[in-house]
């Protein structure tokens, strides 16, 4: 029991793994108060998540790739910086990353560690889950060809317009060091 | 509240282990919520509300939907179905993607609290004035986008 304690006050003792295990925590609570609800949602879904998390490995590839592959020089000269044009370069690269939101961090992660500011990395989030590839045969199919178009031209302000108001906003609220 | 990040000093695999954890607790999470968006909550879209507002409605409802983004287009072709208009249909969708609750968490831990916060309210500014901007185009100029 002592050793289990140990265990966990020593897993605990990371942000992302005590955000985790609140996380967990919060879906126990959501099931104690719906078993039924969240049960059949939960084994609705049990396809979905293996698929999240195997698009998960491949963006974990993907940024251990950008890790390896991609110079400082290249962050530096597209991503660095307090340009306007990175915001758009951001964004677009956003736009053409496939994979859904959870899966897209390891890449986010990857990038900060390449020192990419804060701001752009707003615009990329946005551009990348705003729209994306794998939207293209839902949004034509089910939507039409006029919508999606429209969607991806306002993808690309949006995501413009997010790193630009977020390194506005972080002027009056500086991010954490 | 001092946050220890996780690009400090860890290994990538261990960053990777940790994304891993993250993730599949986000995951389960968000289907756990999901199982309470009821169809009430959608239905209230189709009541005879002003534009601006029923934009803020399908915007609140997309973030408090969590889950994968494939799974709000059912929704999407019903009311596009129930003749809601383009605008309220773009304000859902990208509601639903831009920021949601179990991803703020996942933002929090690698940037700190203050990034999330502030994603979430210029997104939601952002995306009010895309569903105004496109109600504005179709149901004043004219243009057929849906």
């Known amino acids: 029991m002592k050793r289990l304690l140990l265990l966990l ?3 605990l003792e990371s942000t992302e793994n005590r955000i985790g295990f609140f996380l967990l925590l919060a879906s126990g609570i959501l099931f104690l108060i719906s078993p039924q609800k969240v049960g059949l949602a939960l084994r609705e879904n049990v396809g979905m998540a293996i698929n999240i998390l195997l698009l998960t490995i491949v963006a974990v590839i993907i940024s251990a790739a950008v890790e390896r592959f991609v110079k400082a020089e290249f962050v530096e000269r597209y991503f660095h910086g307090n340009r306007r044009r990175h915001l758009l370069y951001a964004t677009v690269l956003g736009i053409l990353t496939p994979g859904p939101i959870y899966a897209i961090y390891p890449i986010v992660f990857s990038l900060k560690r390449k020192g990419v500011p ?11 889950t705003i729209i994306g590839p794998a939207r293209i045969p839902f949004e034509v199919g089910l939507l039409g060809v006029k919508f999606f178009i429209y969607r991806v031209i306002l993808s690309v302000i949006i ?4 790193g630009f108001l977020y390194n506005l906003s972080s002027k009056v609220l500086p991010d954490r060091l | 509240m001092k946050m ?18 993250l993730v599949g607790a986000g995951i389960l999470f968000a289907i756990a919520l999901s199982a309470f968006v009821t169809h009430d909550l959608i239905d209230a879209l189709k009541q005879r509300i002003s534009s601006p507002v029923l934009i803020l409605y399908a915007e609140i409802i997309g973030f408090v939907s969590p889950g994968p983004r494939y799974i709000i287009y059912p929704f999407l072709v019903k009311l596009k179905d129930f003749g809601l ?6 304000a859902l969708i990208s509601g639903h993607v831009l920021i949601e609750p179990s991803t703020a968490f996942v933002e929090a831990a690698f940037f700190g609290y203050k990034f999330p916060v502030k994603r979430f309210f210029i997104s939601f500014v952002l995306v009010f004035l895309l569903g105004l901007f496109t109600v504005f185009l179709t ?4 243009w057929r986008i849906l």
Not at chain 1, 159 to 162: K, Q, T, Y
Not at chain 2, 85 to 90: K, S, W
Not at chain 2, 139 to 142: L, N, Q, R, S, T
Request: charged share 15%; aromatic share 10%.
């Open chain 1, 118 to 128: 804060n701001h752009v990395v707003v615009s990329y989030i946005t551009g990348q």
């Open chain 1, 159 to 162: 995501g413009f317009l997010a």
């Open chain 2, 85 to 90: 208009g383009a605008g309220v249909i773009v």
């Open chain 1, 9 to 11: 006050r020593n897993l």
């Open chain 2, 139 to 142: 149901d004043y100029v004219g």
């Open chain 2, 4 to 21: 220890k990040s996780i690009n400090r000093g860890d290994s990538f695999l261990e960053s990777s282990l940790k994304i891993f954890v």
